[in-house]
């Protein structure tokens, strides 16, 4: 269940079972009317999902980002790994949602000025496969 905080048998920061934290994200999502994937685009559903989700205890912007990266939209996962890179670009220790907003803009620059689209997911994992020492994809 690396989904939910690694190979511990409980939700992070909890003594919560990851499957009762899983359950309890279900029930949140179904009280949200998010029901299959392309409910996630819609942005009143995604917003009291969010809600919903993160009022969970043990799960929070990291796991809600990775489960939406999951189910496919665009989005960043700033984990360990992903903001250690940030940290190393910019050359100082960033918060999470510092190196969100970073990565947001540099994509937005790149998009701009390159005249490029690119995608947050693969550039996520890019990175994270970088940054852990795993070889990049073919």
Not at 66 to 79: C, N, P, R, S
Not at 125 to 133: D, E, F, K, L
Request: proline share 4%; glycine share 8%; net charge positive.
């Amino acid at each position: 269940m690396q989904f939910f905080g690694g190979a511990r048998n409980t939700a992070p920061g909890t003594t919560k079972l990851k499957a009762d934290a899983c359950v309890e994200a279900a029930r949140g999502l179904r009280q949200a009317d998010v029901n299959v994937r392309a409910d996630l685009r819609d942005p009143n559903r995604v917003a009291t999902a969010k809600a919903k989700w993160r009022a969970v205890k043990g799960l929070g912007q990291q796991s809600w980002s990775y489960f939406t990266m999951l189910a496919g939209v665009e989005d960043w996962k700033v984990d360990t790994w992903v903001k250690r890179f940030v940290d190393d670009a910019v050359g100082r220790t960033v918060a999470a949602t510092e190196g969100r907003a970073l990565l947001d803009a540099a994509i937005e620059r790149l998009e701009r000025d390159e005249s490029v689209r690119l995608s947050k997911r693969a550039i996520d994992h890019a990175i994270w496969r970088s940054a852990s020492g795993r070889p990049p994809r073919p």
